[in-house]
């Protein structure tokens, strides 16, 4: 029935798994933390220093994917390949979303400062 249409295809590969992965993680971030940046400015646009802040809010959107989100996107696609499962695509974004989830999660409850 949805044979050949690309958004239906299970991705069965390492590789395809990983990047879709890992492009959702990355964007879902990038548009957070755009919305962060964007409410920081409004904020602080008065501010002689603070005004400045918005970039490094989405720097830090665009770097935590890039470390943290590649090494777990990788071990997402490492099971499902070692057990033979395909990924539908939307399991892909499901997984990407929830990283970014996770992330802001971990960073309004300030677990990390428990430790």
């Known amino acids: ?6 958004f239906y295809m299970p991705l ?5 798994m990983w990047y879709q992965i890992f492009l959702w993680a990355l ?12 409410i920081c ?10 005004k400045f802040f918005p970039l490094l809010i989405i720097i830090m959107g665009i770097l935590l994917p890039l470390t943290s ?12 390949r070692a057990s033979s499962h395909q990924m539908p695509p ?7 979303i ?10 309004f409850t300030r677990i990390l400062a428990t430790l």
């Open 12 to 16: 069965t590969s390492f590789a395809e």
């Open 41 to 50: 400015f409004a904020t602080l646009r008065q501010h002689k220093y603070g």
């Open 27 to 38: 964007f879902s971030s990038v548009f957070v933390h755009m919305i962060a940046g964007t």
């Open 69 to 80: 989100g590649v090494l777990s996107s990788a071990a997402v696609a490492f099971v499902y």
């Open 90 to 96: 939307l399991y892909a974004l499901v997984w990407g």
């Open 98 to 107: 929830g990283q970014t989830f996770v992330a802001a999660c971990v960073g």
């Open 1 to 6: 029935m949805n044979a050949g249409n690309i």
